[in-house]
Nanobody, 125 residues
Framework: QLQLVESGGGLVQPGGSLRLSCAVS????????IGWFRQAPGKEREGVSC????????NYAGSVKGRFTISRDNARNTVYLQMNSLKPEDTAIYYC??????????????????WGQGTQVTVSS
């Protein structure tokens, strides 16, 4: 059974850090681009970061560039999102997703074949 399971969310103060993990099962991580999305209350889901198979292509939304780092460990079938210098506006539910192809060309949700269940990140003092 194909699954993506996020973990690592929580409550953190502004300026703090969190590392999210996306553990996948039921498919080989190495052959798919994986993305992180987030959805804040009352807002649409937005793409945050993407990493292609082999880690050759990586991109970030402008709002997180320089603060977030995406990585993957194919041996552990896990994708990570290291989030530093967190801001209150980063508060959202974070989802990992498997794209239907191996490209990080866009964050169009129609390109997502599978979603995780999400993990809550709250940045507040």
């Amino acid at each position: 059974q194909l699954q993506l399971v996020e973990s690592g969310g929580g409550l953190v103060q502004p300026g703090g850090s969190l590392r999210l993990s996306c553990a996948v099962s039921g498919f080989t991580l190495n052959y798919h681009a994986i993305g992180w999305f987030r959805q804040a209350p009352g807002k649409e889901r937005e793409g945050v970061s993407c990493i292609s198979h082999g880690g050759i292509s990586i991109n970030y939304a402008g709002s997180v560039k320089g603060r977030f780092t995406i990585s993957r460990d194919n041996a552990r079938n896990t994708v990570y999102l290291q989030m530093n210098s967190l801001k209150p506006e980063d508060t959202a539910i974070y989802y990992c997703a498997r794209f239907v192809d191996n490209s990080c060309s866009t964050y169009d949700s129609r390109r997502v074949g599978y979603w995780g269940q999400g993990t809550q990140v709250t940045v507040s003092s």
